[in-house]
């Protein structure tokens, strides 16, 4: 069992910066990647940025050189840092840990937070 408690978000204007936080407690060992997702009102849920333990990344192309995704050393805790906001950001973000059992690889769980809004006004 993982759970992820979220923290950040708000309203700021565009151009502006926020971070977004994500902490991971329970069974954090078996997290492989951990990441950030997006839901803007009548769209469906997209990827914003992710991370593995190997530190790679996967970044949207519409957030590429604005949003930097990070982990800290303990590895419990991921950032999003977003930069040059858009009113187009504006969305509900989530964060998301995929975990892999550590014998039995094919046995994945995902756990989402419990999301935070972001709004980006003009």
């Known amino acids: 069992q993982v759970q992820l408690v979220e923290s950040g978000g708000g309203l700021v204007q565009a151009g502006g910066s926020l971070r977004l936080s994500c902490a991971a407690s329970g069974r954090t060992f078996s997290i492989k990647i951990m990441g950030w997702y997006r839901q803007a009102p009548g769209k469906q849920r997209e990827l914003v940025a992710t991370m593995d333990t190997a530190g790679l990344t996967i970044y949207a192309d519409s957030v590429k050189g604005r949003f930097t995704i990070s982990r800290v050393d303990a590895k419990n805790t991921v950032y999003l840092q977003m930069n040059s906001l858009k009113p187009e950001d504006t969305a509900v973000y989530y964060c998301?840990?995929?975990?892999?059992?550590?014998?039995?690889?094919?046995?994945?769980?995902?756990?989402w937070g419990q999301g935070t809004q972001v709004t980006v006004s003009s």
């Open positions: 998301k840990a995929h975990s892999v059992h550590p014998i039995v690889e094919a046995v994945v769980d995902d756990y």
